[in-house]
């Protein structure tokens, strides 16, 4: 039970919607209707691909987690060194079957893309790679992470590039998401040594970029099509979020937690949002 209980924690509950709704919502809007590929594929993005994620980056990131007072709960697991192998093992046993059918049922377009979407998600916090650990690289890759399900679901229909737009502004507001979420931890990331966007060009610079990223993810949305307004506007929201700490010091970084706490709950709110745009849209 503890075991289960370790798995539960470390795959994140509170942000399996993140990455399962993508698929689910791009899915159903590319007019796919085998409801096989649609369950398995929803349940795969929902639990397995976030232990995959998350588990390996708590396995990896484990010296800056231990010191983190913000772990340890709905926003990171503290994963203690005896059971890292079994995290590890766990995560690529859940995974395998789901990666199998997916790629048996794909074309050579969505097992291509399945299997970037997979190496990111390892590459992020695995060594050698550690994609993590360089500067902007770690915000481009931790926005495939929700971005690439979305783009797996339209692999596997005839791809319409008339959906980029929307997939950028989703991929801008991915970067931005991660970018202010690292100035939190530049402190405890800095004596781990771990490089990432906010360790390297500190905090007020870090958080004034993921407004401009917020910013331009809301402009293409709005240009792309006014029916998208309402989106944008909660996307607005995020950057209205962040604002108050566009001056916030490397030193006072922490407290940008709280903004970050906001942050998870306005997941939701632009979830529901999306969902009844897009309702409204399809009838």
Not at 133 to 142: N, P
């Amino acid at each position: 039970m503890f075991k289960f209980r370790l798995i539960l924690s470390s795959s994140r509950p509170i942000s399996w919607i993140n990455t399962a709704y993508p698929f689910a919502l791009a899915y159903l809007l590319t007019g796919q209707t085998a409801a096989s590929v649609f369950v398995i594929g929803t349940v795969y993005f929902l639990i397995p691909y976030n232990l995959l994620m998350y588990g390996v980056n708590d396995v990896f990131d484990y010296e800056s987690d231990i010191q983190n007072p913000r772990k340890g709960g709905v926003e990171g697991a503290k994963v203690a060194k005896k059971y890292h192998s079994f995290v590890l093992r766990a995560a690529t046993l859940i995974n395998i079957p789901f990666l199998l059918y997916l790629l048996i049922i794909g074309s050579l377009a969505s097992n291509i893309v399945l299997t970037m979407v997979t190496f990111f998600v390892i590459a992020y916090s695995a060594p050698p790679l550690r994609f993590k650990e360089r500067a902007f690289l770690d915000s481009v890759t931790s926005s495939l992470h929700f971005v690439g399900p979305a783009i797996f679901a339209i692999s596997l229909a005839q791809p319409r590039f008339d959906q980029l737009p929307i997939i950028v502004a989703f991929f801008l507001w991915g970067m931005a998401s991660h970018a202010f979420g690292a100035v939190q931890d530049i402190t405890f990331d800095r004596k781990a040594g771990i490089g990432s966007i906010a360790t390297i060009i500190g905090a007020k610079w870090t958080v004034n970029f993921a407004i401009i990223l917020y910013t331009l993810s809301a402009l293409v949305l709005s240009v792309y099509s006014t029916a998208l307004v309402p989106i944008a506007l909660c996307v607005m929201l995020y950057a209205l979020n962040i604002h108050p700490y566009r001056a916030v010091s490397d030193k006072k970084s922490a407290i940008t937690n709280i903004a970050w706490r906001r942050f998870i709950w306005l997941n939701w709110l632009t979830g529901a949002v999306v969902t009844i745009t897009t309702i409204i849209l399809r009838t």
